[in-house]
């Protein structure tokens, strides 16, 4: 079992940046594989990016390619997901995820925390 907590939402102008972040408690945290999910409003809930368990591979969602980045502090059982270039439709709730490959935390993650809103202006 691994809890996690999300922090960094906020309301931002587009072309604002802000950094997300998700630690993780319970089981070791170089277990897991760790990603990032976002709900717009009215929309189904969408992969965004992921990161291995050491950090080796990434994987990120064409839509936001160049503008996010994800990395992970192992010291501080810390996933990060740095929002850059905002747009008004990157609003929605972003969630983090953990499982065991980086395979399945980009579709079915087992683990879920509870999210965080982040709000773009035009």
């Known amino acids: 079992q691994v809890q996690l907590v999300e922090s960094g939402g906020g309301s931002v102008q587009a072309g604002g940046s802000l950094r997300l972040s998700c630690a993780a408690s319970?089981?070791?945290?170089?277990?897991?594989?760790l990603g990032w999910f976002r709900q717009g409003p009215g929309k189904e809930r969408q992969f965004v990016a992921a990161i291995s368990s050491g950090a080796s591979r990434t994987a990120v969602v064409d839509s936001v390619k160049g503008r996010f980045n994800i990395s992970r502090d192992s010291a501080k059982n810390t996933v990060y997901l740095q929002l850059n270039s905002l747009k008004p439709e990157d609003t929605a709730v972003y969630y983090c995820?953990?499982?065991?490959?980086?395979?399945?935390?980009?579709?079915?993650?087992?683990?879920w925390g509870q999210g965080t809103q982040v709000t773009v202006s035009s």
């Open positions: 995820a953990a499982d065991f490959t980086i395979a399945r935390v980009s579709s079915t993650p087992s683990y």
């Open positions: 319970g089981r070791p945290f170089t277990r897991y594989a």
